[in-house]
């Protein structure tokens, strides 16, 4: 005999308006679905046990943790959002730590901040988590960026030296610079932090060529949001590019895919996200003074300045990535080394995505906005890099 939960999901996920309107939206398959569930309290645990089941498939499709997350943020409302964390963790619960893939611990980590969502009532917790798992049940497959929870990851030996540390000194050096109120603070901060990632990536790339454990590239996904998502994007090629990596946009997705050596990657994640942080302050100081001197400013501008940014950005860092591979004093000996990742990223970025397209920007109206967001990449000054002795 069919089960309520068979029935429930019968009428909200496969129903003929399963996929009407908003993931979210109310449609009279979510409502009936929601009926039966709340009245049959004795079928919450198979409820769990099938949104856990539904997580799965998404796993093996190629998402991960903060991919679904952040499409329930879009598509969905704050307590989907809480619903999803729940479910997130109490999936992954079940798999030992050397059972998930590298970059899955911190995901599930900042989750934390995500309070589990207590309902009015049994029908609005139905409401929530039909809606929940009607979404998950249309994700489709994806490039994926690592294997799927569950399976054996070896993991690399221990860094020799001081990786740890480095990343920290990284990262604490970047949240200075968005936090300070003073460009030229801003500046010295930032370029220290380039000039250290420089250094690392180098490092370990030249450490892997002497090893003979040079290893493949990697992959991360990279949350690209809207508001102006293009200028974000264009951002994050550019950061990717500077790095030695490729990036990827999904649009309907909201996110780039990153390909790179592990380095690079963690310097791309981190810059980009520093960048954003800082040109998205810069905008709003900016509009503001606009607004002081009687012009109003509109979504033109902020797009014109994001846009701007993001374009004067990418020309500098393109500018200042060419020391890096030319300096030393064995007359550019580490040419061949980062070339042949370059090969390699590039090989494993056409398998990964034999099929792209590109797309059209749509125009700039404001000429003010264009000006202020060159203005301020010019004085995020984020293109400078470490001079490879040896």
């Not at 496969?14 to 929601?34: E, I, K, S, V, W």
């Not at 929940?132 to 054996?152: D, F, H, I, K, S």
């Not at 649009?251 to 810059?271: H, I, K, N, Q, R």
């Not at 370059?342 to 003010?368: H, I, K, L, N, Y």
Request: proline share 7%; aromatic share 6%; with cysteine.
């Amino acid at each position: 005999m069919e089960s309520v939960i068979d029935r429930a999901f019968a009428a909200a996920l496969y129903g003929p308006d399963a996929g009407a309107g908003r993931a979210g939206g109310a449609t009279h398959g979510l409502d009936t679905g929601a009926s039966l569930l709340a009245a049959a309290p004795t079928a919450d645990a198979e409820l769990a046990a099938r949104g856990e089941e539904l997580l799965r498939r998404a796993w093996e499709r190629g998402w991960q943790p903060a991919d679904v997350l952040r499409l329930v943020r879009r598509d969905l409302d704050e307590p989907h959002v809480r619903l999803a964390a729940s479910l997130i963790r109490a999936e992954t619960r079940a798999y030992a730590p050397d059972r998930l893939p590298a970059r899955w611990p911190a995901q599930l980590a900042a989750l934390d901040a995500h309070a589990p969502w207590r309902a009015p009532d049994r029908f609005a917790h139905a409401t929530a988590v039909l809606a929940l798992y009607r979404l998950l049940l249309q994700l489709p497959p994806t490039e994926p960026v690592g294997p799927a929870p569950g399976t054996p990851v070896h993991l690399p030996p221990p860094h020799p030296g001081d990786e740890p540390r480095a990343l920290t000194r990284i990262r604490a050096l970047l949240a200075k610079a968005e936090a300070t109120g003073y460009p030229q603070e801003a500046e010295a901060l930032t370029a220290k932090a380039q000039e250290l990632m420089a250094r690392y990536s180098v490092d370990e790339a030249v450490l892997a060529a002497r090893t003979q454990a040079a290893g493949v590239p990697g992959a991360c996904r990279i949350g690209v949001d809207a508001p102006y998502e293009t200028a974000k994007a264009i951002l994050l090629d550019a950061v990717a590019d500077a790095n030695r990596c490729r990036a990827v946009w999904n649009e309907a997705y909201s996110f780039s895919t990153v390909v790179g050596f592990d380095p690079d990657l963690e310097a791309v994640d981190l810059l980009y996200t520093s960048l954003l942080v800082q040109g998205t302050a810069a905008m709003t100081k900016a509009e503001a003074g606009q607004r002081a001197g009687g012009r109003k400013r509109t979504k033109a501008f902020r797009q014109a300045f994001l846009m701007a940014y993001a374009q004067r950005m990418g020309a500098r860092l393109e500018a200042a990535a060419a020391p890096v591979t030319h300096s030393g004093t064995d007359g550019g000996a580490l040419l061949p080394v980062l070339a042949a990742r370059d090969v390699a990223v590039t090989d494993r970025t056409e398998r990964m995505f034999p099929e792209t397209s590109t797309t059209r920007v749509r125009g700039v109206r404001d000429g003010e906005g264009w000006a202020q967001g060159a203005a301020a990449a010019d004085r995020a000054h984020m293109a400078h890099h470490a001079r490879v002795e040896g």
